[in-house]
Each structure stands twice: as C-alpha cells, then as structure tokens.
C-alpha cells in the first residue's frame, strides 16, 4: 500500500507508471494459464506463481475455506491483516484495487467502485473520484459518495473501530473531526471529504501526498449505508457491495458468504461470481487445517503465510504433494519487537543485546527453512522491496547464530552484565511464532536474559494485547513476536505504520516498540519527495535509523508455502498479497 505528489492527472499516472516499473510491474507478464510453451504445467511445484492454474469459467459448487483462530474483523472499516483484506474484495468494493492477475502486472491499481485513479489538483494535496453508476447494495439500494464518506468518516473512531491503518487519521484535513459515533448527526463537519454530487467525492489532505490512490484501495473506503451501521457490531453483517454477500456470521466459529443478487457484472471488470457460496471455518487447529487441505477436505487456507511447520515437511519431501505446492518471496518480514516502555529495555544497549544474542538460523528453522520460510533477513527492509540497500550492523552474514561475546558486552554497557527477565508475546494460533519464543528463550538464554513465553488470540492481539501499550507495560511484555507484509509495494507501505512514532493510540496499534524521532523525520521526508531515486534512498535511511536505534529484530525475509488442491481452479499467488488471490478461486 507509494508515493508521489504531482499536481495532474497525466503527472501522477506517469508516477505511478514509474513505481509499478520499480517494483518489476507493468505489461508482458503472464495473467492467464494459457497453453505456451514456456509455462509450467499446473501440476508442477510454483506453477502458481507465475501464472494461473486450472482455469475455468465454470459456474456451481461451495468453495470451503478454513483459517486458524479468527479475522481481526471482517468489518472493512476495522481490520489489517493481510489475508482479512483479501477476503474482504469478495463481499466489498474500495475507490481502487490492485488488479487480481498473477505476475507483476498484479502490483498495478485500477479503479472499482471508482471509474478510475484520483484525479491530484492544489499540488497533490487535493484528491477526486468518480464513482461507477448503477453501483447496488444488497437490498436494491444504491451506492453513492456520501456512503464512502461515512465509511472513512466511521474507520476515524479508534475507540470503536480500534484495528486498521490510520493513514485517513494521519493525512486527511480533519480540522477536530473525530468521527460519526463522537459527532453524532455532523457528518457534514467533516470538510476534509465532500461530496458535490452523488458520484464524486473528493479527499483534502493536510499536505501533498502522490500516494493517495494506495489509500483508496484501502477497505476503509468501503461503502457503508449510515443507516444501517451497528458501530462495532457491524462486523457481524456487512452490508455487501460485491458478487457475495453474508447468509450466516457465528462469530469465532463459521461464515457463508452467498451471492449477492443484486450485484451487477457490467459495473464490477475486476470480478465473477462462479461461486454458488463461499464457506469458512474458523477458529481451527492450524495442523488440522492442513491435513483437511492436503487431503482436499477445504480448498483454501485462509492465512498469509502458508502451511504449518508439521505439514511444511510433507510438502516438500513428498514430491506426490509438491507438485500442487508454491512458494515465493514475499514484502514481508518476521521480526519481534523490542518494548522501550518495558525495563531494561529503556536502554539502548539492553535491546541490542538481544539484536546480537538471537541466533537467526535458529529463526529460519522455526518458519520453514530457506526452501519455505524465506531468507534470513540482515535488516527489516524485505530485500525484494523498492529501495532495498543492504545493511548488516549486526553482522548477521557472519555470525547467523548470534554473536554472544558482543551481547555480554552490551549487556555490560546497560547495567545488567548477568542478564535479566522479561516477558515474550506470541499469537496462540501461530505456531511458528510459538517456535519463535521458544527460540529466543534459548537463544537469549546464553547470555542470562530468561524468558516467560506468552500466547494469545491473534484475532485481538493488537486491540488487547501486545497492540495496547498499557496491557504490554503493565503485563511486562519486554519483547513481542510479529511480522509484517508492506500494505503496498513502496518504503511508505511498509514502514510507516510500523516504525511511524505518531501513529500510537491507546489500542489497536501495529506500531508496537518504535519510538525514535529521527524515523519520523525521515519518513516525512519521503513522504514529501517526488524524486523516486531520492525517495528511495530515505527509505533506506529509515531502514538504517530502524536498525541503530534497535526497536525491532527482524530475522526472516519472507516466503510463503501455500498448497492447492488439484481440484481447485483460478489459483495464483497475488504479488501484492502475497498469499492466493481469493477474488478468482472457484471449484468448477
């Protein structure tokens, strides 16, 4: 989820043109599973990575989804995994989307519920959208601006709606605006968004931003009928604007999405509707839920990150099961958090103990090896991203296993020469971030930093748990194990609502440990650039200060392991999303 301020049209396509080639985007990339030669047949190990398997335009059939624990919410003004977003285009319609092919031609925006990208005037501080006509909701009712109005409006109020980006919060021109639920019956106070007609909207910045169109495909701009909203009950049934829409919502236990009869293919390019309904499961046993995939009990795996540990041996070792198997580098990095609000840690020499104690092949192991798991990472900045210099202040390359003489040292320049306690973070369903904790209990270990293992529900720990700044303090969560993939391929979709300082609320955070002023300073330096070489080059600045100040330990740059079954159709691997796109699976 890039960046640029331009002050026309043509300007800011052009920009955007220039990103997506970057990023390795653009035409000649392959978007169907067509029968040339130089592609790889779709039983073969990654056939999905590059291209479509099994094809069909087949119509019929539920297609059975399963995911370990819950979504943070399926209600599109109130969630930010990766994987809830995904899912979310198949009941939802943002301003733009990234197109759902596979190949690089998948990182382009398009619009969706808007004809096309915004339109930048005052210098790029100014943001217009057409909206589609003959746009409905489920009930007949038709979709206008004023509806993507309320909905960004609502995902402004983090008491209610604490999960979510806050980019809206960070750039709009709120003038005290708060939110519909605090300023009850004044949306029109909201002058950073208007809406002249029941076609347009337009967004007013604070300053300029050439990245606008990456908020606009955030779910946040999601219509949502001001009638029929429930605040943060709403989750239990969104109001659709897709091909499906919600039949049954057991909160933690099952979702059926049918389809929507009142959706409209003539005004949706982006999407079928082959599915007769769409099951998930939720709250399952990770390793169960493999086993039903592999055994094509379900069809997909709801996560961002693939099969388990157990099933990742048999992926790759049985060449029977490989064959429907892709994995892929991804803009995501595993990494835990150091908490500077939990003692020692207020010590800069304390966190870098465990930046040199960590034995990151150790790490590597617990996410799958470099076959599944990824490469293990030198700095946060995943190295397949936009930007990437590579940096080694910890001199990983050399010492993959820890350097413990240069942690005792620093151990000794924070007061605590013989080691300390504190608490590890990890989320229950997650069982390589288990592997994690239990890893660096070791691993730290060898230097007298003895660590209490906590797990707890992935669906609520950023709103209750290790997102909250007061529960990690008061519950001495010295370090939190975390990951994450960049909201869009650019150095502002990756760091800013992990190492941005400003964006720390009272719950709900992604930004868990960082708090440096130099990042923040940096980040609104790029943010400003419209040069992409400048640009680029502050990002990875801001990976450098990431490092020096020792907030955050990465240890991984991502793969993803994912498995199709050989009856499911329309499977590649989204390169935005980094997991399959759920938008075209189907099972006819």
Request: glycine share 10%; aromatic share 10%.
């Amino acid at each position: 989820m890039k960046i640029r301020s331009k002050a026309s049209a043509v300007a800011m396509t052009a920009a955007l043109a220039v990103i997506v080639s970057a990023c390795g985007g653009g035409g000649g990339s392959k978007s169907t599973g067509g029968s040339g030669s130089d592609e790889k047949p779709a039983s073969q190990y990654n056939a999905g990575v590059t291209q479509v398997v099994n094809p069909s335009d087949k119509t019929g059939g539920t297609l059975h989804m399963g995911m370990p624990g819950d979504f943070d919410s399926v209600d599109p003004g109130d969630m930010y995994y990766g994987y809830a977003w995904n899912f979310a285009r198949l009941y939802t319609r943002a301003l733009t989307m990234f197109k759902p092919v596979p190949g690089e031609e998948g990182l382009q925006l398009v619009g969706d519920l808007a004809e096309d990208l915004g339109k930048p005037t005052d210098g790029g501080k100014t943001w217009t959208y057409k909206l589609r006509k003959g746009i409905k909701y489920e009930d007949g009712t038709p979709v206008t601006s004023k509806d993507v109005k309320y909905a960004v409006a609502r995902s402004l109020d983090k008491d209610i709606l604490p999960s979510g980006p806050t980019y809206f919060n960070d750039w709009l021109d709120l003038q005290g605006y708060t939110g519909p639920y605090k300023m009850k019956g004044k949306l029109d106070d909201l002058k950073a968004i208007e809406t002249p007609d029941d076609y347009t909207i337009v967004f007013h910045l604070k300053k300029a931003y050439g990245g606008f169109d990456y908020f606009a495909m955030l779910p946040q701009t999601a219509p949502v009928p001001e009638a029929k909203d429930t605040g943060s009950k709403y989750k239990e049934h969104p109001v659709s604007t897709g091909p499906y829409m919600f039949k049954a919502h057991e909160l933690t236990k099952r979702i059926e999405l049918v389809k929507n009869p009142n959706w409209d293919p003539a005004t949706d390019p982006n999407r079928k509707q082959l599915n007769d309904s769409i099951e998930v499961l939720l709250g399952q046993n990770e390793d169960d839920l493999d086993q039903r995939l592999l055994s094509g009990k379900i069809d997909v795996k709801v996560n961002s990150t693939g099969v388990a540990a157990n099933a990742r041996k048999t992926v790759l070792t049985d060449p029977k099961v490989k064959q429907y198997a892709d994995s892929a580098p991804i803009d995501r990095t595993w990494f835990t958090n150091i908490n500077g609000d939990v003692k020692p840690f207020d010590n800069i020499h304390c966190r870098k103990a465990v930046m040199y104690a960590a034995d990151r092949s150790a790490l590597q192991g617990a996410y799958g090896g470099p076959d599944a798991g990824g490469d293990i990472a030198l700095s946060l900045m995943p190295s397949k991203m936009t930007g990437y210099q590579k940096i080694d202040p910890y001199g990983v390359e050399a010492n993959p296993t820890g350097n413990v003489e240069k942690a005792k040292e620093e151990l000794a320049a924070c007061g605590q020469p013989n080691g300390f306690s504190t608490t590890i973070s990890y989320r229950n369903e997650r069982a390589a971030e288990k592997l994690t904790a239990e890893s660096l209990q070791q691993s730290l270990g060898r230097v007298g930093i003895k660590l209490e293992i906590k797990g707890y529900p992935q669906g609520d720990y950023f709103k209750l748990y290790a997102g909250k700044p007061d529960f990690a303090k008061k519950n001495n969560l010295g370090l939190m194990v975390y990951g994450w993939g960049a909201d869009y391929p650019e150095g502002f979709g990756f760091f800013q609502q992990i190492v941005d300082s400003r964006v720390i609320r009272d719950a709900g955070n992604t930004n868990l440990s960082v708090k440096d002023p130099k990042i923040d300073e940096l980040i609104d330096q790029a943010a400003a650039e419209t040069d992409a070489t400048k640009r680029n080059a502050i990002w990875a600045q801001v990976d450098k200060q990431v490092m020096d100040s020792a907030y955050i330990l990465p240890y991984v740059w991502a793969h993803g392991l994912f498995y199709r079954p050989p009856t499911l159709k329309n499977v590649f691997v989204s390169q935005n999303w980094g997991m399959y796109e759920y938008l075209t699976l189907s099972t006819q």
